[in-house]
Structure formats: C-alpha cells, structure tokens
C-alpha cells in the first residue's frame, strides 16, 4: 500500500540555520504530496503541496520539490525562526483515494 | 471566518463510559474524517464520510462510531469497547472525497482516568 517515511527527528537548529526534512514516499499512479505543521496544542495546518511531478510547493519561506525519480518531496527552508519550531508530517494522496497517508512527523526546535 | 470547530478542547473519562466528540464545518465541504493521533507517530483514520448520511471505517474503525446526519457535523463515539482510548483526536474535512487537500480543525484530547 501507499507510505511515506519521512526524517526522524527531533531536529534542533539555531535561528537562521538551513532546514531540510527528508521525506520519501511509495505510491502507486501519480501521487499528490503535501507538507502539514502542527504548532504545539493545536491541529494540523496546510504548508505546502505539489500534486504533479516536478512542481514545487511553497509558502511561509518554505519549499519541497516533486521528484518522482527519487519519490521524494524534501521540505526546505533557507533561514528558520523560532516561530517555526513544531511538528512537521508528510502526507501523500492516491490519484484514486481519498485517504491521506501520513509520515510520523519531525519534530523541530528553533532556539535563539 | 469559516473553519472547522472541534469540542471540548480536553476530555476526561472514566473507564467503562462512552463518551461524544463533537466536530463541526461551516466550509460547505461534502467530505469529513476522523484521525486519532498517539505521541510520536503519525495521524490514523478512524472514519471518513464522503456524503451525509454515509460513512466508511477507516483503518482503526474498532471501539468507535460516527454519525453524518448533517453536513455540517461528524460526531465520533468513543466506546467502552476501545480498549487504549487516551489520545488526541483531530476532525477533517475536504471538498470532496479523493486527493483533495483536507482542513483541520484544533483537536480534542482525551484522556481515560
């Protein structure tokens, strides 16, 4: 069946560092893969997503990238706050399905 | 604003009970879903609904039940038969059922004294 796996975390950065967060998923037909953020408490809010190879996501200064050579969509961001520090899932939708396969989350600290 | 509304915020039960998640959307979006979310790992699909009066289980369906009587609303049951019930539950909806991007609303946390 459909999975992701995504980057075990937790991940610790100091403000202005470089985040990447693997994720790789396996999927039969054409996928479409999104980013979610939960902020400590609350529920699951849309980042970014990509329903085609080669498309890119992006918001909040946040970037992943289709690859369906590499079945992968890293999440990317050039210079993280402390605002961003949270849980971060990998989710993947079938072409066919309705349900969301989800990654186990990272979990990133950002300290000042 | 339109949104999703999840109540109560925390829950507290006793063993033995059952106990009502309220879940609710003024987005006018036909599909909902219920995860249940443990420390540590992923979201599990517990139902889904794609239509009032309509529901199929999802991947952990045992010890829980929903109704979708109206489209708005998707409450789920936490029975006595759900055998590790303490988690933190999330309510979803999309547009439609398929691979549609789903809304979440700010979950209900659980817990069996």
């Known amino acids: 069946g459909d999975s992701v796996t995504q980057m075990e975390g937790p991940v610790t950065l100091s403000e202005e560092a470089f985040l990447t967060i693997n994720c790789t998923y396996t999927?039969?037909?054409?996928?479409?893969l999104f980013w979610y953020v939960q902020y400590p408490g609350e529920g699951l809010q849309l980042l970014l997503k990509?329903?085609?190879?080669?498309d890119k996501g992006s918001n909040k200064g946040f970037e992943a990238t289709y690859r369906k050579e590499t079945t992968s969509f890293h999440l990317e961001k050039g210079s993280v706050q402390v605002s961003d520090s949270a849980v971060y899932f990998c989710?993947?939708?079938?072409?066919?399905?309705?349900?969301?396969?989800f990654g186990a989350g990272t979990t990133v600290t950002v300290r000042a | 604003d339109g949104g999703i509304t999840q109540s109560p915020k925390y829950l507290f039960r006793k063993e033995g009970q059952n106990v009502t998640l309220s879940c609710e959307q003024n987005?006018?979006?036909?599909?909902m879903y219920w995860y249940r979310q443990d420390p540590g790992q992923g979201l599990r699909l517990i139902y889904y609904?794609?239509?009032?009066?309509?529901?199929q289980k999802g991947d952990i369906a045992e010890g829980y039940s929903v109704s979708r009587e109206k489209k708005e609303s998707f409450p789920l049951t936490v029975t006595s038969a759900q055998k590790n019930p303490t988690a933190f539950y999330l309510c979803?909806?999309?547009?439609?059922?398929?691979?549609?991007?789903?809304?979440f609303g700010p979950g209900t946390r659980l817990t069996v004294l």
């Open positions: 987005l006018n979006h036909d599909a």
């Open positions: 990509a329903t085609k190879a080669d």
């Open positions: 999927a039969t037909g054409y996928p479409s």
């Open positions: 979803a909806s999309s547009t439609q059922g398929g691979p549609d991007t789903q809304y």
């Open positions: 989710a993947l939708a079938s072409s066919n399905d309705y349900k969301l396969s």
């Open positions: 609904s794609q239509i009032v009066n309509d529901f």
